[in-house]
C-alpha cells in the first residue's frame, strides 16, 4: 500500500513539473493556474498527509545474543513511522529455542525497557 502511494505520489509530482513547464502561471497568481494543476497539487498533498502514518522507519540490527553461538542469528527491527511511532521486533535465538519480543514505540521511545540493540535499531531508523 505504501509503495503504491508512493509510486503514485512521484507521478503526480512528475505530471505537475511537466503541467508547468507547459504554461508557467503569473507569479503570484493561483487562480491563472489550471484546473487539472490544482487538482494535482492537491492529490500530492493528500498523498504526502497519508505518508507520514507509513512505517517509513525501517533498520535491522543483527547480532549474536550469547557468547558460544556465532552467526548473528538474533535480531532487533525498528519498523516507524515519521513521528517516531510503531514497534521494535526483536527475535534472540540460542541452541535449543528461540524468543520474540514486540515493544511499543511513540515518539522514538517506548515506555518498556529497550536492550541496547533495540536502541540502536531505533537509532538508526531515525537516521
Known amino acids: 500500500m505504501v509503495v503504491v502511494a508512493v509510486v503514485a505520489l512521484l507521478i503526480s509530482v512528475a505530471a505537475l513539473a511537466v503541467a508547468l513547464r507547459r504554461r508557467p502561471p503569473p507569479r503570484g497568481d493561483v487562480d491563472a493556474l489550471p484546473e487539472d494543476v490544482l487538482g494535482l497539487r492537491q492529490e500530492v498533498a493528500a498523498l504526502a498527509a497519508e505518508a507520514g502514518d507509513a512505517l517509513r522507519h ?70
Open 58 to 127: 525501517l533498520a535491522v540490527v543483527r547480532y549474536d545474543a550469547y557468547g558460544d553461538m556465532g552467526g548473528h542469528l538474533s535480531w532487533s527491527l525498528a519498523l516507524l513511522d515519521d513521528r517516531g511511532n510503531g514497534a521494535v521486533l526483536t527475535s534472540i535465538h540460542g541452541r535449543s529455542e528461540a524468543r520474540t519480543y514486540a515493544k511499543n514505540v511513540t515518539g522514538w521511545t517506548s515506555e518498556q525497557q529497550l536492550s541496547p540493540e533495540e536502541q540502536e535499531a531505533v537509532a538508526a531508523a531515525r537516521a
